[in-house]
């Protein structure tokens, strides 16, 4: 039996459905003769590990309780009791981690698979490639962070997944690394990238209120941890910048043109993400509500539109045709309209679920095994 030894960080909605699924995927991995093995999860302020890292794992009733643990809001700090396992917390976590990373990455190998939100990841995740780890992202954050960083992260590039980062689980990167490596020259990508504003957009279609649509998102699983980074367009410019950092363009973030929903006194450096929710949001509704009418009355849909050509990315809110492809869109949907030498006239087109727990998971475990090869 082959065995993987993953470290996840972060248990939030997708790591959590990430554990469930490699749970329930046992009876199908054995009989592929490979083991997912869990030695050690970590959230925001601890980690958990297992105490012999070569050979033992975080059981699967521990990782279920790790998932109520954290779906309930509780730190794996109250783990401590729970097992024979060691619980971190945070002064020590990037030191633990990496020295698992020094101990297993070059001998059994190990999958660093990040599920976090957070810009502090980038860091270790570098070091841990220099150690001979492998790295999984549903994060994109450490692929948006300065050219240096990225060229750092992306050095081994057969030693690093991120599938999940763009369009949940569609195959979005691989089609273009494929398109890339073949020597397919793509020159324009024209898409709706954010399943939270595809369904606020079409549900404001249905009449409902703008405040409202964003708090059912966020319930879905759909919006990030603060949907002001999707609502603020960074969410989509980060898509944009990774696709296009794929392509060979050598831009920041900085360089995107981006468009947000929100006005600057809204912004995370001026109100609490729950103030903002809570007091923030309905004051946009009758703005948001008047766009909408306005493109209704020429017979058309606001959607929110990421487009990354030889000449740079924007993303912004476009008024299109009803019944154009990106008009048509519905609920979390996203859809990419890739154009290249061998797709020129007719573009190589891309549509489903962008966003969810589920599909997000997914796309993570199928970067995991995707990467088995690479273990002894
Ligand atoms: N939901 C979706 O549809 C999609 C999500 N993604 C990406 O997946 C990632 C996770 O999203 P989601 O699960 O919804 O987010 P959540 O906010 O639900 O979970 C984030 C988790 O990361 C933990 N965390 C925060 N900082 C760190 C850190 N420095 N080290 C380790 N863990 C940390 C949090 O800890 P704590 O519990 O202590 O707060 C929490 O457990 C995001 O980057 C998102 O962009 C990508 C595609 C689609
Ligand atoms: N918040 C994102 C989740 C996936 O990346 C979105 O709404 O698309």
Redesign the pocket.
Known sequence: MKKLPLLL????????LLLHHIVSCRPLHSKQGLRLRVVGV????SLVVTSDVFSEELDDDFLMEVCRV?SNGS??LTLNNFGACQVVSSQE?IKIATDIAALLGKSTGLAFV?????S??VGMLNQVVGLGCCVVL????PLTASLELYDQLVSQPRRIRHE??VG?GLPVVASLNRMVSCGDPIYRIIGSLS?TLGYVMSELENGKPFSQDVNAAKSL?????DPR?DLGGM?VARKALILARLLGHRLNLENIKVESLYPVEMGPNMMPVEDFLVNGLPLLDKGIQDRIMKASSNGNVLRYVCLIGNNGCEVGIQELAKDSPLGRLRGSDNLLEIYSRCYSEQPLVIQGA????D??AA?VLADILDIQDLFP
Do not use: F, H, I
């Open positions: 960080m972060g248990c939030g909605g997708v790591g959590r970590c959230d925001s302020s954290k730190s794996l976590v990040d599920c976090s939100a957070s502090e990841t549903a994060n994109k954050k999940s980062t949940a399943g699983g759909y919006t990030e941890p980074d969410d962008g966003a969810g727990n599909t997000t796309g």
